[in-house]
């Protein structure tokens, strides 16, 4: 589930924001966390289409987004997403989705697994974890916020479960991004046992 259209509405409203404004909040937070593909894209889109990008940060330092004391680059001069210093309040409203997202992949996470012979549950977080919401924002905060990503995991999950292939809580499968290993057992699924194979 990614972030619902009523969720973008309460931004835009709670902003005054308009969407060109939030799009380019959006991928300026990818870029930040070294995905700058879409910033890129962004980018190659002609100026009379998408505005003037020196524009629209000052408009979003104005509405206090971007804090005051960042020093917007003139046009030509070097910038770096990574350095733009957002407001944290604003921040922790926007990437409300990835909650939303972390509670997806508990949902659909298997409740049982078997590990050496004895039933466990899985869907443990206490040991590493405060509580299943900060799991779910590290969640988010590991793959982005991408929700094409998410929706890969998904995939992932119930692929694996008639295979049995999650042993693992599921604080762990998120702090070790074990569908990274998941992916890599499907890839190549033609040549493997999946009966003897056990994630520990």
Known sequence: MNITIDEEMGI??????????????RILLLAAQENTEYLHRYFCIPEEVRGEFRDILISLQNKGIILKSYKIPKKGEDFDPSDIPFN??????????????????????????????????????????????????YYGKSINWNPQTHEKILELVKWSEDKHLIQCSFSTFVIDKYWLALESLKEGGSVINFDSVKMV
């Open 88 to 137: 944290q309040n604003f921040l922790k409203s926007f990437h409300k989705e990835s909650f939303s997202m972390g509670k997806e992949l508990f949902d659909a996470y298997p409740m049982f697994g078997n590990i050496n012979g004895s039933t466990v549950f899985l869907k443990g977080v206490s040991k590493k974890f405060d509580s299943l919401e900060d799991c779910y924002r």
């Open 12 to 25: 835009l409203i709670k902003y005054n924001l308009n969407p060109n404004e939030l799009f380019v909040i």
